[in-house]
């Protein structure tokens, strides 16, 4: 970790003119300011204003860095996950990245500076690889949930992608759906990349057709706009239409069903859907699609217990993997096609 006394040495001034420069404080000369702030900004230094230094170095304080709190998979992962540091003597403390790197990285900034014991973390995309490593330069620990990235060593509690979309497009095969379409996420996020995959994967063991024109990404945020991937679907030749549609999140499942009411399609008449994770009741009284429903509170809570034993030294030294199965639920929106 870097220190004030690091900078005062490559800087050639003493500890306390840094720390003057830091706080805006006393008299500095520009020349000297400027000096400081670029060894600062060379040495990536972040100013920690916690005392936690000063005594145990310990602040019993988690975080958890998601990447859209309104979605309710990410609602019951914070409530699992204050349950467990509750349980443990800790609390949490709650940041919404919006699936933004450099919003990310400015949370993760205010966390070293002050002060947190660890980090659970749904990283936003591959490029918040930098932002781990910013975590690890300064020995706090992290579990990554949901989302993994490449060649980051760390505990991890993951979602079974690869089989929960292989169920959701059998289920749409034994229905006789043979024209199935994807809606994903972006492909720079691991769960995306995986489902994608599994698509793929999924249609070319039944000896399916894979058509270009039905694979399609948008985000996974609440407000993702599908209208213009689901009219080009749906302007296709009959020939090549689809007659499912799965879609990888349940903002995109939900908001795919509302699009295609508005504008009259039946479903599952018409057209299918099923989607991955659980689905609110945003869409009527009654539950209406089919989804996947990850077990999102034991992310949550599992998470909390893999992290508090890294930061309380009784982990095994070799990181974790915890992927959990999901619960699939037939409902109206994948009914029998032909």
Not at 238 to 260: D, H
Request: charged residues 25%; contains cysteine.
């Amino acid at each position: 970790m870097v220190t004030i006394y690091d900078i005062a040495k490559k800087a050639n001034v003493s500890a306390m003119t840094v720390s003057r420069v830091i706080n805006n404080s006393g008299s500095i000369s520009q020349k000297t300011r400027e000096k400081v702030e670029a060894v600062i900004k060379e040495l990536g230094y972040i100013p920690n204003s916690s005392a936690r230094s000063l005594t145990s170095k310990k602040t019993k304080i988690l975080s958890l860095m998601v990447t859209d709190i309104t979605n309710p998979f990410f609602t019951n992962i914070a409530r699992g996950a204050e349950d467990k540091a509750m349980q443990m003597g800790y609390q949490l403390m709650l940041c919404n990245s919006d699936e933004n790197v450099e919003k990310e990285s400015r949370y993760i900034d205010m966390l070293i500076s002050t002060g947190t014991d660890g980090v659970l973390a749904a990283p936003a995309n591959d490029s918040s690889k930098k932002n781990l490593q910013k975590l690890a330069k300064y020995k706090i620990p992290y579990v990554l949930l949901d989302r993994y990235i490449d060649d980051v060593a760390s505990d991890q509690i993951l979602s079974d992608n690869e089989m929960t979309t292989r169920r959701l497009l059998e289920h749409l095969i034994k229905q006789g759906h043979r024209k199935i379409a994807i809606i994903n996420g972006p492909l720079d996020i691991a769960t995306a990349r995986e489902r994608h995959d599994a698509y793929l994967d999924t249609l070319s063991l039944h000896e399916l057709p894979i058509n270009e024109k039905w694979i399609h990404q948008s985000h996974f945020l609440q407000d993702s706009d599908i209208s213009e991937t689901i009219k080009k679907l749906l302007e296709l030749p009959e020939a090549e239409r689809p007659t499912a549609i799965f879609a990888t999140s349940n903002f995109i499942g939900m908001n795919a069903v509302k699009f295609l009411k508005v504008h009259g399609i039946k479903i599952p008449q018409d057209i299918a859907v099923v989607c991955y994770d659980s689905i609110p009741n945003y869409l009527g009284n009654e539950p209406f699609l089919t989804s996947a429903e990850q077990p999102s509170y034991n992310f949550g809570y599992l998470g909390a217990q893999l992290l508090i034993e890294r930061i309380e030294n009784t982990a095994p030294e070799i990181p974790r993997k915890i992927v959990l199965p999901s619960e699939i639920h037939l409902r109206e929106s994948s009914a029998f096609k032909r």
